[in-house]
């Protein structure tokens, strides 16, 4: 019988002030006509590493060697928007996360767990707002994005988490559990 295995990531989660400001963001976009859909507020999250279906005992291994990661509480902030595209095809909206911090955290990740998992060949510090699956007008869809103001709310982190992902349990999309958390040593 194979074993079981989970899904799972590694990220950090967004205080109310800035998923409010992200609810706001997100009614914008749906301004505009697009087949897909936003992300739900409660999955709101910035992925440092994803690390995809692995059994109990590669989960120990990682619950380990996360647990012994050092590293201060941060202040990031909210910048702009975009769009990531496939084929000249806008796929993700996204917010970017600024602050030097998260970029020292993820590094951090990926050297504690050298040896079972890759490196992240290219870290984006973003957090994903709205999947696209088709825009009639691929232009004014982009422009429309692209004049969408975001508050660049301040906020900070004394957490990472480690979190599984259920994808077959709702229509309504994944669902995401904490199985582990990380908390800062300092701020």
Same mark, same amino acid.
């Given at each position: 019988?194979?074993?079981? !295995? ?13 998923? =409010?400001?992200?609810?706001? #963001?997100?009614?914008? %976009?749906? +301004? +505009?006509?697009?087949?897909? =859909? ?23 291994? #990682? ?11 941060? *202040? ?16 993700? #909206? $996204?917010?970017? %996360? *600024?602050? +030097?911090?998260? $970029?020292?955290?993820? =590094? ?12 992240? *060949? ?13 825009? !009639? ?5 982009? !422009? ?5 103001? #975001?508050?660049?709310? +301040? ?7 480690? =979190? ?10 994944? %669902? ?6 990380? %908390?800062?040593?300092?701020?």
């Amino acid at each position: 019988m194979e074993e079981e !295995k989970t899904r799972v990531f590694i990220c950090i989660d967004f205080p109310d002030e800035v998923i =409010k400001e992200i609810a706001r #963001v997100e009614e914008l %976009v749906s +301004k +505009k006509k697009f087949t897909g =859909k936003l992300t739900e507020l409660e999955n709101l999250h910035l992925t440092l590493k994803f690390l995809g279906e692995i059994d109990d005992d590669m989960l120990e291994k #990682v619950k380990e060697r996360l647990g012994k990661i050092k590293f201060k509480g941060m *202040e990031l902030k909210l910048g702009e928007i975009g769009l990531f595209n496939h084929g000249g095809n806008p796929k993700i #909206v $996204w917010i970017k %996360v *600024e602050g +030097k911090g998260i $970029w020292d955290l993820q =590094k951090q990740i990926d050297t504690s767990l050298k040896g079972i998992f890759p490196e992240e *060949e290219r870290f984006m510090s973003h957090l994903t707002i709205a999947r696209v699956k088709y825009v !009639k007008d691929k232009a004014d869809f982009k !422009k429309h994005i692209e004049n969408i103001n #975001v508050k660049p709310i +301040k906020f900070k982190i004394d957490r990472f988490k480690l =979190k599984s992902s259920d994808l077959k349990k709702s229509k309504l999309g994944p %669902v995401y559990t904490t199985i582990e958390e990380c %908390v800062a040593d300092r701020y």
